[in-house]
């Protein structure tokens, strides 16, 4: 059996190139994905503040379900050089190439034992899991059957990667001097490395391959092949992040209602979002990171992923369908929608068998879409800017941000929103001069919104807000300051889709006045009149027209 493994494994090697070339059409999209390992290691520069407290979390990490586990013995390493002006790329990969990195890797690909042996058994295990159903019905039709299936983890082996982390400016709230909060912050760049699998690489490999059979003399040369093998790594490309994990201090107003976290806590998922978040950006730019499946069925919008390919509620898949080109005389993918997914995510984690359940989506832009699309990966940042104009009795220029919580809390299209506005509008001025005056008001809030797909490319977001307006004139500096109020706001607005990223948006909002006014200078007597006696009339409807651009 062991001799059989070996002449599948080489057979398949031989082919192994013809496996990496899968391009459709022009637009260079592979029409397969196939699972990426990662092997993760962690640059610990002893100089760098908290470094040594950051050490005791890095092997805690919750590794993504996407990628196989490739790691070493150790995670973290000192490095023998200082970050350069053009950061750690180089140095990096001249060290996992002296230390071995690429041969090592090999090594747990093969689970090559002290005495040299090697085995097939993880590649064919990871080929099995890497299968689809549809691989899985196809290889039921040969006379190999699931034999064909374990081949497939044999193309896997050069989608080996290594992702270097390197934490900069760790800093807990009070260092950084954030004041009512507790936590830590860092910048964090992750260097992502591949190993180079060539022919050559693999020919060499076999010829070390050692049989049950072989005389010492033939294990002891073949050993020492092996460990003259050199497989080195390639660098990708880099990534970096802020990234901040951070609580309400217990003795602040917002504090008193959170359950507490330790700072060692905190700390702890500074590392996992470290981890977590370098891994997301990689995938945005990185086409190997990208997932990619058919539209299984539509109605509602079905596809045959799930946890295994790290999906999360609200991650971003373009769909693309296949259209002939005359000119090329062949067939280009043509982007045709844009879908998330929902919360109703399939746990796939197990070999296919055919009956792999799916994910559900819903569409957010583009045209009505078709049973085979091809579906891929687009991460985004999640971030929407607003900017437009509000008219009412509150109005002025506008501005908002909205941020998707999807793929942190599971709910689709929810939102964490701020927003913020300027207006200047003559008032009967009751604070100080007694006199019409132009007043200056500026505004700012948060809240959540919801999003509601009413069409493919219309959207309704309904939402609520509490903030702070702050009234202000050059008269009352000298006579308590600047006056200001809470506010609460409800409305809705709605998107309808320029592109997919790009939105007319429209909507209606009322505000309220919840406090009593207050000034610089806190006058108790201030209170003593509500907003609309200072300013009359001042609360209210306010319609918004604006444009919108998504990241």
Known sequence: MRIWGLLLFVSVLMGFNAFGQDVVGSGKIPSTYDRNSI???????????????????????SFSDKYYNNNLESIPFTPSFSRGIQGLSDDLKQHLNTQTV???ILSKWFARQSDGSMSMDLVFERGMFNATDAAYIKAQATKLGNAVLKDYGNRLIARSYVLVLDFQSIATMQEAKIKGMKGWKATVTGYLYKISFTDEIQNSLYEAWIYPEDTPEVKAEKNQKFNSLNVPVEFVTKSTVYVTASQASEDSQLGKFLKPKTEDQLLMELVQKAYDETLYNLEKAHEDFMVKTTIHQVRPIRAKIGKKEGLKCDSRYFAYEYVYDEKTNSAKPVRRGVIRATSRIADNRQVAAGQTETSKFYQTAGRKLRTGYLLRQQNDIGVELTAGYEAGEVGGAYARIDLRLGRYIGIKSLFFMLEG??????????????????????????????GLMLTRNIELRPYVAFGQEVATHEDWKESGGDLKVLYAKGGANLALNLKHNFQLVGGVGFYAFVSDPENDDEVESVGEKSWNEYFEGREGAAAMLGLKIMF
């Not at 001069?433 to 919801?450: E, P």
């Open 39 to 61: 092997t993760l290691m962690y640059a610990q520069f002893a100089s760098e503040n908290h470094s040594s407290e950051l050490l005791s979390k890095i092997n805690n990490i």
């Open 102 to 104: 690429g041969r090592q």
């Open 421 to 450: 506005g300027l207006q200047s509008k003559e008032y009967y001025d009751n604070y100080v001069t007694f006199s019409k005056q132009d007043i200056f008001f500026y505004r700012y809030g948060a809240g959540l919104a919801k």
